[in-house]
């Protein structure tokens, strides 16, 4: 019999690897209605869909590796990195679902939940203040008004696989929708400035850096206290807490 590995868990979602089918169960049954219907309108390599019986959804394994994790080394050639920034500026030029996705948070509501976790963070001592304020002063430069296109809405690199220098596939589609492209963009390099560059280079297009400095750091300073209740260290070398410390 086949390995059961816990590939990632937590209170609201599990994904299990049996051989070369994963299996997600999710409490919530609209994020699995997300994932299956933007993997079939998203134009770039998804796992097949194998079968559902809530709360599980089966798909298959992707061939080839990931480009990494946020807090360990980057992996593959600069061109499989700039092959990827080309997948994803295919998934943004496509026709966008009728949906938002979680990269499409308004500009309002996005700003005040912002404020709220800042002062969270500080008044529960998990942060020092200045390392706050600065980073939310970072943060300013994403509040802007942005064209909707086709987004991920989680693209780290631990979702995009690549065999070679070819990008083979991308997984877990739960948050997609119509969104910030910058959000997508700076999700893919958070932790691995080093490779930013490479993943312009394939996107194709002039990108505004300080819009991906500034998604940096409100996604890390949104995330941290989250991280925490639920069992992960964002205070691990590379991390959301280095990524926050790097503005500085």
Request: hydrophobic share 45%.
């Amino acid at each position: 019999m086949d390995e059961v590995k816990v590939v990632a868990a937590h209170s609201e979602r599990a994904t299990l690897r049996v051989g070369d089918v994963f299996l997600k169960v999710d409490a919530d049954q609209a994020r699995i209605d997300v994932e299956v219907e933007a993997m079939s309108l998203a134009p770039v390599p998804t796992p097949q869909v194998l079968w559902r019986k809530p709360p599980v959804l089966a798909i298959t394994a992707l061939p080839g590796a990931t480009l990494g994790r946020l807090g360990g080394p980057s992996t593959g050639s600069p061109t499989a990195w700039a092959a990827a920034g080309a997948a994803i500026r295919k998934l943004h030029d496509a026709p966008v679902p009728p949906w938002l996705g979680r990269a499409g948070r308004s500009i309002v509501a996005l700003a005040a939940e912002l404020d709220a976790e800042c002062e969270l963070l500080v008044t529960n001592g998990l942060l020092p203040a200045d390392l706050v304020t600065r980073n939310r002063q970072v943060a300013e430069a994403a509040l802007r008004p942005w064209t909707p296109a086709f987004t991920h809405g989680d693209l780290q690199i631990a979702h995009v696989f690549v065999d070679g220098d070819k990008v083979t596939g991308i997984i877990d589609w739960s948050e997609a929708g119509q969104g910030d492209a910058l959000y997508d963009l700076a999700t893919f390099t958070l932790g691995h400035e080093e490779h930013l560059d490479d993943v312009i280079a394939g996107y194709g297009t002039d990108i505004d850096l300080d819009v991906i400095h500034a998604w940096w750091s409100l996604r890390s300073l949104l995330i941290v206290r989250w991280l925490v209740k639920h069992g992960f260290d964002p205070f691990a070398p590379g991390c959301e807490v280095d990524v926050l410390r790097s503005r500085m």
